[in-house]
């Protein structure tokens, strides 16, 4: 398992760059990610669904919500989702929120 | 008497109640089946029907048959569960109570669900085969097609049966390679997932599989609409696939049964636990089969193994002894491949689908994560095995958990 420095703090992350422990994470953390992923600034809108899927995953053992369990719990449809962190929400947010990568299935 | 109320007559629900007419005292113990529909559909014959290997006559048999004596039967729809009260409301007015219930309701398709699909064109150029009637129509429109591109589109995550999609593809490829028309033929496999399965090993053979076949897979496409005039389908991120011929597995939910009792998640499974399967919210209500929320394929093996590891758990149950964590999540899938081959698969909640041979080490006589004449036997032999062990409860010689012997790591 590696480690980086993500906005001044170093964290385990897995081969694919998301973090593997949730208590490491905090908001510049995001903030600096959501920079490598494209995303300048981060909106109202979008810490919502950011904030809604730490909530969730804390509720699934850890597990990242699905793109589904995101909309039913936030209120947020799938297309503005997609508006909101372009090609793959679930797995955008996911590393954004410092969660694993969302499970396929099974 | 006591009570055992079990909600759904397939797959799983037929399995208990055949399973459980046997082990449990008939002085003691009443037993009663509740579903609306009289037929009892072998799902996964639909597969085949498309390419005319099977007919609708292959894939039904009456209920009844494998209702046991001493069971009642009863022919209507739950329409809502009062777990407080520990009863069950059905839609002919009749109440029903229980001490133990087991929810058996399956999952379903609901094409309705994206639109575009039930419009102008279902049945014409947009059709599935997750439903007889879907299976037959589109039969019917193969025998005429003359080759075009066929798009396959799963909608969704979970359906039940996560390698039928596959199975389909790769029997088109043999069906018009047979009918002489492959090279007017485009295949596209359109799916959600990164890749061509769930898991990474197996995602990565069947991957290759489906290359050496001239399948091409679209990954990670969340269809949000079709749009049937101009025979496209499109993503929620604008994308679009071109097709002649759609053929969709639509979005799977659980029956609305579970939405009216407030029972179910946002696609109306039940949460319970993987190892027992006992409901997270009432220690009287188990759910088996398709029905429930838990990490692993919603198939009929897999209902088959979680029954095995239930049975003996609820005789301890009612006996006042806790339940064992003892289902480890078992699934064991054919895969059809078409040109009379086949591979298997065989996993658990921990352990992905491995290379190897299945049930003895080195042996077989199948092969996993391999194409073999074997494995398709073993597939065509499965409907009689489901109809005559299966569903009547009999035990199958192989062990409900899975096992590491014969696996080859990746
Ligand atoms: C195309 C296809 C291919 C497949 N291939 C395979 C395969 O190769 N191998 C494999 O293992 N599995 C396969 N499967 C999956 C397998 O068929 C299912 O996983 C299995 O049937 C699940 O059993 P179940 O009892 O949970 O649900 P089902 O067998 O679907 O039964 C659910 C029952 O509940 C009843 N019901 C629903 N709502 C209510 C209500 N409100 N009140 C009362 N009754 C209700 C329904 O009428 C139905 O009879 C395939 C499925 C499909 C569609």
Same mark, same amino acid.
């Given at each position: ?16 760059? $998301? ?14 990610? /959501? ?22 995953? /804390? ?16 209120? #947020? ?7 909101? $962190? ?21 | =008497? ?9 797959? /799983? ?16 113990? =009443? ?28 894939? #039904? ?15 209507? *729809?739950?329409? #809502?569960? *009062? ?83 596959? *199975? ?27 890749? /061509? ?26 269809? *949000? ?125 921990? #352990? ?27 597939? =065509? ?30």
């Amino acid at each position: 398992m590696a480690t980086r420095t993500i906005a001044g703090k170093e964290v385990q992350v897995n081969d694919e760059g $998301f973090m593997t422990d949730p208590a490491e994470w905090n908001k510049e953390i995001a903030v600096e990610i /959501a920079a490598e992923e494209g995303l300048a600034e981060l909106t109202e809108s979008q810490w919502k669904v950011i904030d809604f899927c730490r909530a969730a995953s /804390a509720d699934l053992n850890g597990k990242s919500p699905t793109l589904r369990q995101i909309t039913t719990g936030t209120g #947020v449809t799938t297309k503005e989702l997609f508006s909101l $962190f372009p090609k793959g929400p679930a797995k955008k947010v996911a590393r954004i929120a410092g969660l694993g990568k969302p499970e396929g299935c099974v | =008497m006591k009570q055992l109320l079990v909600l759904g007559a397939g797959t /799983a629900g037929t399995m208990v109640v055949n399973r459980m007419r046997r082990l449990l005292d008939a002085e003691e113990w =009443m037993i009663t089946i509740v579903d609306p529909h009289e037929i009892h559909y072998y799902q996964p014959g639909f597969l085949f029907i498309p390419f005319g290997m099977y007919s609708r006559n292959d894939v #039904v048999k009456p209920k009844r048959d494998f209702i046991p004596i001493g069971v009642e039967m009863i022919k209507a *729809e739950a329409d #809502v569960i *009062e777990p407080e009260q520990n009863r069950v409301k059905l839609t002919n007015g009749r109440t029903l109570s229980y001490d133990f219930l087991v929810i058996a309701t399956g999952t379903q398709t609901r094409p309705e669900e994206t639109p575009g699909l039930m419009e102008s064109e279902w049945q014409r150029s947009i059709f599935d085969f997750y439903t007889v009637d879907g299976a037959v129509a589109l039969a019917k429109h193969l025998r005429t097609w003359q080759g075009g591109r066929l798009v396959l589109n799963v909608v969704e995550n979970p359906i039940k049966c996560p390698v039928a999609p596959l *199975e389909f593809i790769m029997l088109a490829d043999w069906f018009f390679h047979e009918r002489g028309i492959r090279d007017e033929v485009e295949l596209i496999y359109a799916t959600p997932l990164p890749g /061509a399965f769930t898991k990474p090993v197996a995602s990565r053979y069947l991957g290759e599989i489906l290359e050496r076949k001239n399948i091409k897979v679209i990954p990670e496409f969340l269809i *949000e609409r079709a749009e049937p005039d101009d025979k496209k389908i499109v993503h929620y991120d604008e994308s679009e696939v071109e097709y002649d011929l759609l053929v969709t597995v639509p979005l799977n939910m659980g029956d609305d049964l579970i939405a009216r009792s407030g029972l179910g998640d946002e696609l109306n499974y039940v949460p319970a636990d993987k190892h027992t399967l006992l409901s997270k919210a009432h220690d009287n209500i188990f759910v088996l089969g398709d029905a429930a929320a838990i990490p692993t394929s919603k198939a009929g093996s897999v209902a088959h193994y979680a029954v095995d590891c239930w049975s003996e758990n609820f005789l301890r149950y009612i006996d006042g002894l806790e339940l064992l964590p003892t289902f480890d999540g078992h699934a064991n899938c054919f895969i059809e491949s078409g040109f009379d081959k086949g591979l298997l698969i065989d996993f658990n909640y921990d #352990v992905e689908p491995l290379p190897g041979h299945f049930p003895l080490p080195g042996v077989g006589p199948f092969s996993l994560l391999q194409e073999s004449e074997m494995n398709h036997w073993g597939k =065509m032999m499965f409907r009689w095995i489901y109809w005559n062990t299966l569903l009547k409860g009999k035990e199958l010689p192989l062990p409900a958990r899975m096992s590491m012997s014969g696996k080859r790591s990746g």
